[in-house]
């Protein structure tokens, strides 16, 4: 995955993102909460060399000398000859190792200085503990410097004449009592809760990802069935509560994309169009029934004779979405009880409708039985177009024999939910029956921004388009139902 389908990732899951972004902030203010306030105080040194102030040479010898030497005596600040007469001296709960760790020394290079920084807890104390690492520190230097004599001896007895050190050092800066704490850093807990939060998210959704089976482009579902993607329905939150999105003058682009799938199915099986069309998935969920709908709907607005028939005898929801009787339908006829043409309603004056009718206890065998096949083509001898709407495909074996009476199937995806794996079992599982698919419908898929469609024009709120027909017979019925119009 390139830098650019990765950012898609990222937006696409911008709920984890954000709210690992939120425990990332969230966590590093707790640090910084949490911190006990550290103060640092600094002290620093001199070192000088003890010559002869009107011998040049000395001089410069002496400054060549003290040189070499500052950095050796910047590693013996935090040694126990220092911090032990420190922790002595200033009654500290400390031990000598622990007040060595919170010392620092450093010399500059090309300098005869020593900079010694001391944190603490409390600032005064951080002041007291440089001041007196300072003035130990000076005195364990000069008394490693001191060179020792041999004894002299003197009338009979044993004398030895010491030896002032070569060096001594001076402060330069006493330690001042420190105002604000150098630790926590808020800003730099904040930067730092950002980041590890941003490498959560990245972890989180880089699982996520390599986990997630679903289909997520319509380019993904034709690769993976290498069956033709007739239709890519948008995702619309107002699907949820209105199935029917081609209203009598819609312009919406969830309509728009019907229209298309229409036009595709129609153009895709020009010489043996199917009369008789089972839309199904493989699981529930998917939007077949809202497939169903809305194909019936666009076929019927192309000027076709459209029959939609509920075959879903398990939770059949074809009535409800019209607002139609459910008792007397599909199951009705079945039984011997009515005549199809009895039983079918009409659906806004645009659509007939043979809802599902009383559930019955054994749909599978009503499904697959000879009856069916019967009612079927009778319908297609009295409708251009049947269009069906079954049961899922993989949890219930009813449209198995459903799709054999049929002249074609519609397999309807939906976006991020159907799984790889149930795709091709569904798939296959047609494929073995010998049943003709005719493709996919992918539904739910990514919305397009702004109002123009995705083709690249879209329409004004004074704009009424006219549908865009197929075939030659329905632009003649268009121009009938419209004249004035034309195609756009």
């Known amino acids: 995955m390139d830098l650019r389908g990765y950012l898609k990732v990222l937006t696409r899951r911008w709920q984890t993102v954000l709210v690992c972004l939120v425990l990332g902030i969230g966590t590093g203010q707790a640090v910084t909460a949490l911190t006990t306030p550290v103060y640092e105080a600094r002290t620093q040194l001199f070192v000088a060399t003890r010559t002869g102030v009107d011998n040049s040479n000395d001089l410069t010898q002496g400054q060549a000398f003290s040189q070499a030497r500052v950095q050796s005596y910047a590693a013996i600040v935090a040694t126990r000859r220092v911090t ?11 031990t000598p190792e622990e007040l060595a760790s919170r010392i620092t020394a450093e010399a500059p290079i090309n300098t005869v200085l020593i900079n010694i920084t001391v944190r603490d807890t409390v600032p005064a104390r951080a002041a007291r503990i440089a001041d007196a690492v300072a003035e130990q520190f000076s005195t364990a230097v000069e008394k490693l410097e001191t060179p020792k004599q041999a004894p002299v001896p003197l009338r009979g007895s044993e004398e030895s004449k010491s030896v002032a050190s070569p060096v001594s050092l001076r402060a330069t800066q006493q330690a001042s009592i420190p105002e604000k704490p150098v630790s926590p850093n808020w800003l730099l807990d904040l930067a730092a809760g950002l980041l590890g939060g941003l490498l959560l998210a990245a972890g989180i959704v880089s699982l996520r990802e390599a986990l997630d089976t679903t289909i997520k482009t319509s380019d993904g579902l034709g690769e993976l069935t290498s069956l033709p993607v007739l239709g890519s329905i948008p995702y619309d939150r107002s699907s949820v509560r ?150 899922p495909m993989l949890p219930v074996a009813d449209t198995i024999g459903l799709a054999q009476l049929a002249d074609g199937v519609l397999l309807v995806v939906r976006a991020s939910k159907t799984g790889r794996d149930q795709i091709r079992s569904a798939a296959e599982l047609l494929n073995r029956t010998g049943v003709r698919i005719l493709g996919t419908v992918f539904s739910m898929a990514p919305t397009f921004k702004g109002k123009a469609y995705g083709y690249g024009y879209g329409y004004s709120s004074a704009e009424v388009p006219v549908p865009r027909p197929a075939i030659a017979h329905e632009v003649a019925a268009e121009a009938a139902a419209a004249p004035g119009t034309g195609e756009k």
Not at 84 to 91: K, S, Y
């Open 84 to 94: 032990q007469p420190v922790v002595r001296e200033l009654g500290l709960k400390y």
């Open 242 to 391: 209105q199935r029917i999105a081609l209203d009598s003058d819609s312009t919406s682009v969830r309509a728009e994309a019907f229209r298309k799938l229409r036009a595709n199915l129609q153009f895709a099986q020009v010489d043996d169009r199917p009369r008789v069309i089972v839309v199904t998935s493989p699981v529930p969920g998917e939007g077949k029934t809202t497939t169903s709908v809305n194909l019936a709907l666009a076929l019927a607005d192309a000027g076709m004779r459209t029959c939609l028939v509920d075959a879903d005898l398990r939770r059949p929801s074809v009535a409800g979405t019209f607002g139609l009787v459910q008792d007397a339908g599909l199951t009705t006829v079945l039984i011997g009880q009515a005549r199809a043409e009895d039983v079918v309603q009409e659906a806004g004056g645009r659509l007939t409708v043979l809802t599902s009718g009383a559930l019955p206890p054994n749909p599978t065998e009503l499904l697959a039985s000879e009856r069916l096949g019967e009612v079927l083509r009778e319908l297609a001898d009295t409708y251009d177009v049947v269009v069906v709407d079954s049961a």
